[in-house]
Structures are given as structure tokens and as C-alpha cells.
């Protein structure tokens, strides 16, 4: 699997938009990007997830670079309730065959 | 979203007692589970692959002699810690895949936080 690169913290007002990088330079052409959220205690959360073109749900915004090295999370109007740990990871899917690796992920605190 | 359901939220135990977690996909039938443990401060760590009908894949340094995974059902896989000790005290989590419209997401369940006294 290709390793994840992501800051360790970072820090975003209340109703601003969150930007969460993460670095993937050796990620292969079948491997997708995926971001998952866990807040305290709880399981993680699937938010979003793509393989070249850029993708858009009602959590969050992914932004793949064109040479797919590098993406960006972004969360629009960040709220209290977004302050969680952001799993940045890639796998390669084959299949129904794949599981994913967890890196330490960036902790994202929303301050008022 | 597919619902992971996982039972229970906390237990405490004393050493040497065996514990088990249920881990129950609520609508959708789950061929494959994955479990994961993750310590304080840490990131999760995957420890195997439930398969049902068939025998876990643990991954490297797991003990699949005492850490016991059981998927007997298309919605039920259950790990079981036997003889736990102290320094099996931490937050276990299952997760499984809908292979119908959800197939490229995993759907977590809310972990379970296991402490050995």
C-alpha cells in the first residue's frame, strides 16, 4: 500500500473552511484515496473517497492533484462537532478483496 | 449508510477471564469483517480479517490463538480475547463492507473498550 503523509494537528475556526492535506507520491494508478474521521472514542466515520477526478458529498470536498500525488480534504463550514482525528489512506482495490491501513491521521480541532 | 452494530461499548474483566465482542452488520449480509485494536493516542491497528464460512487471515504478530474470531453468520463475526491480561486493555473495533451500493466503504462500529483489571 502506498504510505500517507498528513500533519499531525491542525487547527480551524468555527464556519470556516477546513483544509486538510495529505501527501501520497508513491500512490499507484489503481489505487484509490480514501478519508475516514474518528472522533473520540468512537469508531471511524467514512467521509469521502476518489481515484482521479475530484469528488464532492454532503460532508466534504476531495481534491485529487492531477498527478494524483497529493489530495486535499475539505470541509466547508467547519463546526464544533468536526473536532476528530482525519485518516487520510490508500489502497488498492481489488475486487471485493482489500482492507484498509490506518496512518496516525491529522487531529482537526474546531475552535469557536 | 450501512449500520455496524458492536457489543459491547465497554467491559472490564479481571485477568485471566475470557471476553467477547459481537460485531453485527444490522442490513446488510457482511462476507468479510475486519477487527482492529487501537491503544491510547494511537493510531487503529488492523489485527485480522473475519471470513464467513471460513477460517480469520491474522495479520503479522497477532496471536490467533488468543484472540479467537468467529464468523459463523452473513451479519455476526465475534472476537474473543481469552485469558486476557492487563496489556489486552484496549479499544477493539470491527468493520464490514456492503458489497451491494456501498462497496468501496467500510462501516465501523462503535468500538468496544476493553479493561483488564
Known amino acids: 500500500d502506498a504510505k500517507t503523509t498528513q500533519p499531525p494537528s491542525m487547527d480551524c475556526a468555527e464556519g470556516r473552511a477546513a483544509n486538510l492535506p495529505c501527501n501520497h507520491s508513491?500512490?499507484?494508478?489503481?489505487?484509490?484515496v480514501y478519508w475516514y474521521r474518528q472522533i473520540h472514542s468512537q469508531g471511524p466515520q467514512y467521509i469521502i473517497h476518489?481515484?482521479?477526478n475530484n469528488e464532492t458529498n454532503e460532508m466534504a470536498s476531495l481534491i485529487i492533484t492531477e498527478d494524483r500525488k497529493s489530495s486535499t480534504l475539505i470541509l466547508p463550514h467547519a463546526t464544533l462537532r468536526d473536532t476528530a482525528v482525519y485518516y487520510c489512506?490508500?489502497?488498492?482495490?481489488?475486487?471485493?478483496?482489500?482492507?484498509?491501513?490506518f496512518g496516525k491521521g491529522t487531529l482537526l480541532t474546531v475552535n469557536p | 449508510g450501512a449500520v455496524v452494530s458492536q457489543h459491547p461499548s465497554w467491559v472490564i474483566c479481571k485477568s485471566g477471564t475470557s471476553v467477547k465482542i459481537e460485531c453485527r452488520s444490522l442490513d446488510f449480509q457482511a462476507t468479510t469483517m475486519f477487527w482492529y485494536r487501537q491503544f491510547p493516542k494511537q493510531s487503529l491497528m488492523l489485527m485480522a480479517t473475519s471470513n464467513e464460512g471460513s477460517k480469520a487471515t491474522y495479520e503479522q504478530g497477532v496471536e490467533k490463538d488468543k484472540f479467537l474470531i468467529n464468523h459463523a453468520s452473513l451479519t455476526l463475526s465475534t472476537l474473543t480475547v481469552t485469558s486476557a491480561h492487563p496489556e489486552d486493555s484496549s479499544f477493539y473495533i470491527c468493520s464490514a463492507r456492503n458489497p451491494g451500493t456501498d462497496n468501496e466503504k467500510l462501516f465501523f462500529g462503535s468500538g468496544t473498550q476493553l479493561s483488564v483489571l
Open positions: 508513491t500512490i499507484s494508478g489503481n489505487e484509490y
Open positions: 476518489g481515484l482521479k
Open positions: 489512506i490508500v489502497k488498492w482495490r481489488e475486487g471485493s478483496n482489500y482492507k484498509l491501513t
